[in-house]
């Protein structure tokens, strides 16, 4: 096994406990949805009755309101259905190059804290790499005490390729069939863009949230004069003179592809969260609290 990343220490731990305490705290002061499907038969709560029809099971008939009205009718229970959250985390090379702490750095933290939150709340949390392709798999578990399996897959998580949204993402819903939250991490560089992979996770009704981040030096960097740039994605060369006003249209270019990304999720209800590397982990993911998308 891999040796767990120094960054899943005990300090980590004990702001993993803080946020689950301030997750319970939010949720109290919140309408919180309720997953729970009427079914026909012995559940856990009893909710209502529904009309006998031809062929249900005669077991199932409340003969109490028979006795008093002369009507058939099914009793109905409530049972509480498991919440499937998967965290899709993008680590292709340009979440892995550069300074440090990387953004694949950063993307492991919240993660590995929204994932506790899962665990706590008894959902069931699995991890899964994208590249190009998905890159393995922490299959669906509960429980707090499984936050150490989660620490270790992701200590153990090798860098990718080239991003794909809508290669991997076909790829995951073909292989999951039980819906549920994904909750998408990553930088969105990639080539062929970001609406085809998002699309399928709608299409097949999964909710995502979109936690897309980057790092603050990558709006200032310190280029200047003749320079051979490389793509880290794709291995492109591309000879370029940086001026001042090259880095000004960057900079325009970069904020108009998040913006395109913040308007497709904003027309189509999908919490979007955009973060700098520098914001703490822990700050991000009390906005996703707040912003009452993962404490069902």
């Keep these: 096994m891999a040796r767990r990343d120094e960054q899943f220490d005990e300090r980590f731990l004990r702001k993993l406990e803080y946020l689950h305490i301030m997750s319970k705290k939010i949720a109290a002061g919140q309408a919180r949805a309720q997953r729970k499907t009427r079914i026909v038969g012995s559940g856990l709560e009893f909710a209502d009755h529904r009309n006998y029809s031809p062929g249900d099971d005669m077991r199932n008939i409340d003969w109490k309101v028979y006795g008093r009205t002369n009507k058939l009718f099914l009793k109905l229970f409530e049972e509480e259905e498991d919440l499937y959250i998967y965290f899709l985390l993008d680590t292709s ?16 933290q919240c993660a590995a804290a929204l994932g506790y939150i899962g665990l706590s709340n008894l959902d069931r949390v699995s ?10 798999r922490m299959p669906p578990t509960r429980g707090k005490a499984q936050i150490f399996k989660i620490f270790d897959f992701l200590s153990s998580v090798e860098p990718g390729e080239q991003t794909s949204l809508g290669d991997a993402f076909k790829t995951f819903v073909a292989q999951n069939k039980r819906r549920g939250i994904a909750v998408v991490i990553s930088d969105f560089y990639d080539p062929t863009g970001f609406e085809k992979g998002l699309n399928y996770l709608r299409y097949h009704k999964f909710d995502p949230i979109v936690l897309h981040v980057f790092d603050d030096r990558e709006l200032d960097p310190s280029l200047h004069g003749e320079l051979q740039l490389v793509d880290c994605e794709t291995g492109e060369v591309r000879e370029i003179t940086v001026t001042e006003g090259i880095l000004k249209r960057y900079r ?5 592809f998040c913006d395109e990304i913040d308007t497709y999720c ?3 209800d999908i919490l979007y969260f955009r973060v700098p590397i520098q914001v703490p982990f822990d700050e991000l993911v009390l906005r996703v609290f707040r912003a009452g998308g993962f404490l069902g």
Aim: charged share 30%; aromatic share 14%; no cysteine.
């Design 93 to 108: 090379k340009s979440m892995t190059l550069g300074f440090e702490p990387t953004k694949w750095d950063y993307a492991k």
């Design 266 to 268: 904003s027309k189509r």
């Design 127 to 136: 991890i899964i790499p994208f590249s190009s392709r998905l890159d393995g």
């Design 252 to 256: 325009q270019v970069w904020e108009k």
